[in-house]
């Protein structure tokens, strides 16, 4: 995980946990800014956020190149493949 940099003087990680497990998850959390859905693990979220990154970075290729396509039928076909990834997104 990257996070951007911060200064010192504005950083402050609370120690929250029964056992070093939790209290070590909750640092990621207060570090790495992850959002924990209801009813999923740690461990199943991250997997989910890496799978929506994947996805948006897919996205993303897809339409630039969509955008530099020059033959329509191969364009019309990347569009639907960009469209069929947002639908999952």
């Known amino acids: 995980m990257m996070t951007p940099w911060e200064?010192?003087?504005?950083?402050?990680?609370?120690?929250?946990?029964?056992?070093?497990?939790?209290v070590w998850e909750n640092i990621i959390i207060?570090?790495?800014?992850?959002?924990?859905?209801?009813?999923?693990?740690f461990d199943e979220q991250i997997v989910i956020d890496e799978r929506r990154a994947k996805l948006q970075k897919e996205i993303d290729r897809l339409e630039k190149l969509a955008r530099a396509e020059k033959q329509p039928k191969k364009k019309f076909e990347l569009v639907?493949?960009?469209?069929?990834?947002?639908?999952?997104?």
């Open 30 to 41: 207060q570090i790495g800014g992850v959002n924990i859905d209801d009813g999923n693990t």
């Open 7 to 22: 200064k010192t003087e504005n950083i402050s990680i609370e120690l929250k946990g029964l056992d070093l497990d939790k």
């Open 80 to 89: 639907r493949k960009r469209q069929e990834l947002i639908k999952q997104l």
